[in-house]
């Protein structure tokens, strides 16, 4: 069994370097690629039993997801992972299903646990535990967050008011005027919002007789939603989704009634999730930082640990982009 010892001679750093890195302290960025190297050309596994005992910390970060199955927090949790990794810490992962009881039972069965940290992903189903978190003997971060944000808890998000407003000002320079939205509502309200306020700078309304809540949060959800906003109005030219799913069921919704994509009504989406860009057409869509974002959850929460203090409520709000590909174009009759 490699040694601890033998890391350190391979690298040439001494022990305490190594014990340094293996338990997520800051070194060094090029002391900490010797150290990396040489765990890996040693094939070296520290014993976290042992040092679970001696430095009473678990090296276990727990994260709280809605869903696996939706990709965007697929993404989150794979980049949250390498982050962990990267620091010598494990990955507990739980689902809340946007459900306050599930979270509860798995916030309950953590303190039996014992993690070091807690990020959440995504607000659904949380609000009401928000007591509980911030009762939490160990650090609380919040990520993905769309409500208003707690007073009690740091917390790294999106601006997702500004990113509706990425997509609303696309549409209104290509010169959409009647644009329906499939929103998922009460939770995208920001987005939605976004929206409305690009179309407001020329004037225009998108009334509540233009907003379409999903009937389900997938792609089947997203076409039910678009064929009740075809049917309301047969002159429509666009489209908002306010997640790449429910975009996804619309475009086949508008290619079932006899249309097409984008020469006769523009689809966009939001989120940026990795199979929107490989569909006919490629879905234009709002791209989130979503990695950036699990990447700075992740740090803000380790070095709380390694302050040994809960981190200070500070709220950061990343910015998104718009990425324009072929579901989007002017309407017929100003091309």
Known sequence: ???????????GVTKQTVSNVVSGKR???????????????????????????RTGSTSTVGLFVPSVANAFY??????????LVGHGYNLLLATTRDDPDYTRAHLENLAARSVDA??????????QQLPMLTAATFPVALCAWEGEPPTTLPVVSIDYEHAGFLAGRHLRELGHRNVAVIADLPAHTLRVGGLRRAFAADGLDIDDRKVFTRTSDDAAGGYAAACAALDADPQLTAIFAT???LAVGAIEAVVRSGRQVPEDVSVVGFD??????????????????????AQQAVELLLRAVDSGRQPTNVISLLRPTLTVRDSSAPPRATA
């Not at 070194?27 to 679970?52: D, F, H, M, Q, W």
């Not at 940026?272 to 974002?293: C, N, S």
């Open 1 to 11: 069994m490699v040694t601890m010892a033998e890391v350190a001679a391979r690298a």
């Open 27 to 53: 070194v060094r960025p090029e002391t900490l690629a010797k150290v990396n190297t040489a765990i890996a050309e040693l094939g070296y596994k520290p014993n976290l039993v042992a040092r679970s005992l």
């Open 74 to 83: 697929s993404e989150v949790v794979e980049e949250v992972e390498n982050v």
């Open 118 to 127: 807690l990020l959440v992903a995504g607000d659904k189903g949380v609000e």
């Open 243 to 245: 997640h790449d799913v």
């Open 272 to 293: 940026d999730i990795a199979q929107v860009g490989r569909i006919k057409p490629a879905l234009t869509t709002v791209t989130f930082p979503k990695r950036e974002m």
